[in-house]
């Protein structure tokens, strides 16, 4: 999620459209690698060959799951799912995650621990290692094109939410592009690891250092399988919005006149783009009912104005006193939210610097 940008919309965008291209160009990539790299790997022998063929398949099988959680978030709300189905985007990309350490790093990994302890020798290596180096210089170029597609997106959008790109890798909402540059960007390093085994196994005759690379192409991948793991967990769980963003919104909250004080926050982002915010805030003592239903129906459609991703909005009127509340926010936050307080009163309202939230 993220803050307005100066026209006051969202500089969240992903674009499901692009994010569907990005998706499907990195698919059509690995499944034309892949079929490249299994005729290199059959012909040679070459474990790193396999191994990356073995990559190309989880990478392909990985395209597919993704391009199912970009179908199946985006249908709508209904009576089972009342908050949508967005977070099908985290769970498949979860699922992708997995199938690229079962499928390509586990057997990268035996291929190349087989390889080293066995050193079998086949002439047929040496013999086609140029089918091998063709391989991989057409495997780079294909891959290289699917790569510079999820960078295009990837900085784009980077650039819109005003974040470096390791924020924008660690606090990104999308999966599927997040997937797709981590996999091709391990793609092209395990292409670099497969061309170093084969030329070291034609310079030495040793099949050891083919070994080798396919080992480092089998750790490889289960990097990349455990941070985008990592990530999808999170996502999950259920991730709060960015800081930066809930800040924001206890300020444009503080701000109103009906509001005495912001006594706690949540947010859970519910997909990508997607944000549930529930805010209790200690109203004025002396509005009325009616005073303070409008009140809370005007601050909706402001924020949802402002931050375009809020898609569902509560506000509860509660007292900021209440023991059991004000000890829940700070076993939750500790001091941030009566530092965000105090920021603002010192900012905006230096006359009401004396109060502090729950």
């Not at 997040?178 to 670099?192: H, R």
């Not at 030495?204 to 490889?220: K, R, Y």
Request: glycine share 8%.
């Amino acid at each position: 999620m993220a803050d307005e940008d100066e026209d006051g919309s969202s500089g969240e965008g992903s674009g499901g459209g692009e994010s569907t291209l990005t998706v499907v160009l990195a698919l059509a990539a690995n499944a034309l690698v892949g079929v490249l790299k299994l005729v290199a790997g059959l012909l040679t022998g070459s474990s790193a060959m396999l191994a990356e063929a073995a990559h190309s398949v989880a990478d392909t099988t990985t395209e597919v799951f993704l391009f199912t959680a970009l179908r199946r978030s985006g249908r709508r709300a209904d009576r089972r799912h009342p908050f949508g189905y967005g977070k099908e985007r985290f769970f498949w990309a979860m699922i992708a995650a997995v199938s690229v350490f079962v499928t390509g790093a586990a057997y990268s990994i035996y291929e190349g621990i087989a390889t080293i302890v066995e050193h079998p020798r086949d002439p047929a290596e040496e013999q086609y290692a140029w089918v091998a180096y063709a391989v991989l210089g057409l495997s780079a170029l294909i891959e290289g094109t699917s790569w510079q597609q999820a960078v295009r997106q990837v900085w784009r959008e980077k650039r819109e939410l005003r974040l470096s790109l390791r924020s924008y890798l660690r606090l990104s909402d999308d999966p599927t592009v997040k997937s797709v540059l981590f996999e091709d960007t391990a793609a092209l390093v395990g292409l670099l690891f497969a061309l170093a085994g084969v030329g070291l196994h034609q310079l030495t005759g040793s099949s050891v250092w083919d070994g080798i690379a396919s080992v480092m192409i089998g750790v490889l991948l289960g990097f990349v399988a455990y941070a985008l793991g990592r990530t999808n967990k999170n996502l999950l769980i259920g991730r709060s919005a960015e800081p930066r963003v809930m800040h924001a919104v206890f300020d444009h909250l503080a701000d109103a006149p009906e509001v005495d004080t912001v006594v706690d926050l949540q947010s859970m982002l519910t997909g990508t783009d997607s944000v549930l915010l529930c805010a209790r805030v200690d109203f004025v003592d002396d509005l009325t009912a009616a005073d303070l239903e409008r009140a809370c129906v005007r601050l909706d459609d402001e924020l949802r104005e402002r931050f375009t991703d809020l898609d569902q909005i509560f506000i509860e009127p509660v007292p900021r006193s209440d023991p059991d509340l004000r000890a829940a926010v700070l076993e939750r936050y500790g001091t941030l939210l009566a530092t965000w307080q105090q920021e603002h009163d010192r900012a905006r309202s230096p006359s009401r610097s004396g109060r502090s939230p729950g």
